[in-house]
């Protein structure tokens, strides 16, 4: 099988789910928005114009699915006529506070063949059928870490207690501001660590090197942090976004709380108690190898209902 995917950038956990179609023999051709990215400075129209021509330029008669991942791209992988489209969602495309871009993606998830989302809390954004598939983690690299060990390689002093903010505080739907009043209110001495702009294969240092996570996002399609995290078996406690309860419920050592009371005495308690999660033994669909079957699937059907031709 051969899939074109489309996709507004590289991402780790993107990169991760092609890799693990291609170790299922999936012949997998990855084609970029063109033009740089940054949450300060988003691509232009003209980006996206010269982006359908390239889609085309690809000879689409020679694949077997158009994958868009990231509802940006789904129009253009819509545009082509056809080769069955499957759209992946990715969550501030569907949720997030841009008006054209959330529209533009919810009305085109109903032209797509087969819509997935990673997270069910995305559902109420799509008025179609979809297949819920929760991204993997790659369990090799994230994996529990002695703590002193991960303290030696990320170069902090090894007493202290420190909670990962693990985000730019200056991001306003993470809500800095309230994961330091909560520090605050929890009656326990703690350093509250932001972190942002770390190489990914140096995450699972800082994710074991910490005491525990602080998740304070107002909204998310995930996050994907809290999955790495309960990977490594590093306590987590986070507002009810995304698809943390559905990750973390039955885990010991962390907590999905609504008020800043609950995260500051669910936080104590994490950091009193001094334990590790068991996340890794009880959290269902990490394995990078099941993901790709879930969607090789999606694929086949796709493909044998003779879908394309919208």
Same mark, same amino acid.
């Given at each position: 099988?051969?899939?074109?995917?489309?996709?507004?950038?590289?991402?780790?956990?993107?990169?991760?789910?092609?890799?693990?179609?291609?170790?299922?023999?999936?012949?997998?051709?990855?084609?970029?928005?063109?033009?740089?990215?940054?949450?300060?400075?988003?691509?232009?129209?003209?980006?996206?114009?010269?982006?359908?021509?390239?889609?085309?330029?690809? @000879?689409?008669? @020679?694949?077997?699915?158009?994958?868009?991942?990231?509802?940006?791209?789904?129009?253009?992988?819509?545009?082509?006529?056809? +080769?069955?489209?499957?759209?992946?969602?990715?969550?501030?495309?569907?949720?997030?506070?841009?008006?054209?871009?959330?529209?533009?993606?919810?009305?085109?998830?109903?032209?797509?063949?087969?819509?997935?989302?990673?997270?069910?809390?995305?559902?109420?954004?799509?008025? =179609?059928?979809?297949?819920?598939?929760?991204?993997?983690?790659?369990?090799?690299?994230?994996?529990?870490?002695?703590?002193?060990?991960?303290? !030696?390689?990320?170069?902090?002093?090894?007493?202290?207690?420190?909670?990962?903010?693990?985000?730019?505080?200056?991001?306003?739907?993470?809500?800095?501001?309230?994961?330091?009043?909560?520090?605050?209110?929890?009656?326990?001495?703690?350093?509250?660590?932001?972190?942002? @702009?770390?190489?990914?294969? !140096?995450?699972?240092?800082?994710?074991?090197?910490?005491?525990?996570?602080?998740?304070?996002?107002?909204?998310?399609?995930?996050?994907?942090?809290?999955?790495?995290?309960?990977? =490594?078996?590093?306590?987590?406690?986070?507002?009810?976004?995304?698809?943390?309860?559905?990750?973390?419920? @039955?885990?010991?050592?962390?907590?999905?709380?609504?008020?800043?009371?609950?995260?500051?005495?669910?936080?104590?308690?994490?950091?009193?108690?001094?334990?590790?999660?068991?996340?890794?033994?009880? &959290?269902?669909? &990490?394995?990078?190898?099941?993901?790709? +079957?879930?969607?090789?699937?999606?694929?086949?059907?796709?493909?044998?209902?003779? +879908?394309? =031709?919208?």
């Amino acid at each position: 099988m051969r899939v074109l995917h489309l996709t507004t950038g590289r991402r780790s956990f993107f990169d991760q789910q092609v890799a693990a179609l291609r170790s299922r023999g999936i012949d997998c051709t990855v084609l970029e928005v063109p033009g740089d990215y940054s949450a300060d400075d988003p691509r232009g129209v003209t980006d996206y114009l010269r982006y359908y021509p390239q889609v085309l330029e690809r @000879g689409l008669d @020679g694949y077997d699915v158009v994958h868009a991942n990231n509802g940006l791209t789904l129009p253009f992988a819509l545009a082509q006529p056809s +080769r069955p489209v499957v759209a992946t969602f990715w969550g501030t495309d569907l949720m997030g506070n841009h008006g054209v871009v959330s529209s533009v993606s919810r009305h085109s998830a109903a032209r797509a063949d087969d819509v997935i989302l990673p997270s069910r809390a995305m559902a109420e954004y799509v008025d =179609c059928e979809y297949a819920h598939v929760p991204f993997p983690v790659d369990t090799d690299r994230f994996e529990p870490i002695d703590r002193a060990s991960a303290r !030696e390689r990320v170069g902090w002093e090894t007493e202290e207690t420190v909670v990962l903010f693990p985000y730019d505080p200056s991001r306003p739907e993470k809500d800095y501001p309230r994961a330091q009043r909560v520090v605050e209110q929890a009656d326990v001495a703690a350093d509250l660590r932001p972190l942002t @702009g770390k190489p990914h294969e !140096e995450m699972p240092y800082y994710l074991n090197a910490s005491d525990a996570v602080l998740v304070t996002s107002k909204r998310e399609s995930g996050p994907m942090i809290v999955r790495e995290a309960a990977a =490594c078996n590093v306590p987590v406690v986070s507002t009810d976004v995304g698809f943390v309860r559905e990750t973390l419920e @039955g885990v010991d050592q962390s907590a999905v709380c609504r008020s800043d009371a609950e995260l500051a005495a669910s936080l104590e308690h994490v950091l009193t108690s001094d334990g590790r999660s068991d996340a890794r033994s009880v &959290l269902e669909g &990490l394995d990078p190898a099941d993901f790709s +079957r879930r969607l090789e699937r999606v694929y086949d059907a796709a493909v044998a209902a003779g +879908r394309g =031709c919208r």
